[in-house]
């Protein structure tokens, strides 16, 4: 098992998996939509992917985005997304990902990694936390949809 950073090569399979990825959360198949949302991540240079792979097969990823603290004046990355197909659960892959996105933050001299998971997601919180991730029971999320 290995994880690397993605390329473009790794674009098609990636969005079958980001597909089956979105789907997971509720949203519509649609493999057409996945790979122009990550191809345009690619060419625009939005976003730090990595994927995990295993016998040749990609079994899972990890998307960052950078963000910008003004406080600070510092970088940080966004964890966006952390997903790992269900054959290949429970092996260790969401783990490897997640070491591979925080050696990498460390790396590029970033501040810290924010993620945001569900509250009754309970199996991530519990890795999170093993892994030195800490809730943050100071701010609120608040969101304005457009």
């Not at 003004?70 to 964890?79: E, G, H, M, N, Q």
């Amino acid at each position: 098992m290995i994880v690397r950073r993605a390329t473009l090569e790794d674009l098609h399979p990636l969005a079958v998996l980001f597909d089956e990825y979105r789907q997971f959360y509720g949203a519509s198949s649609n493999s057409n939509l996945s790979y122009q949302f990550l191809k345009q991540r690619f060419q625009n240079e939005e976003s730090v992917i990595f994927i995990h792979v295993k016998d040749d097969v990609l079994t899972g990823f990890i998307l960052l985005y950078m963000g910008f603290s003004s406080v600070a004046c510092s970088t940080y990355y966004i964890l966006d997304d952390v997903y790992v197909t269900p054959t290949y659960r429970r092996q260790g892959s969401a783990k490897q990902l997640i070491d591979t996105a925080i050696l990498f933050a460390r790396h590029a001299n970033a501040q810290h990694i924010s993620l945001q998971t569900a509250k009754n997601n309970y199996q991530s919180h519990q890795l999170y936390e093993q892994m030195g991730f800490i809730k943050d029971d100071e701010f609120q999320t608040y969101h304005c949809f457009l």
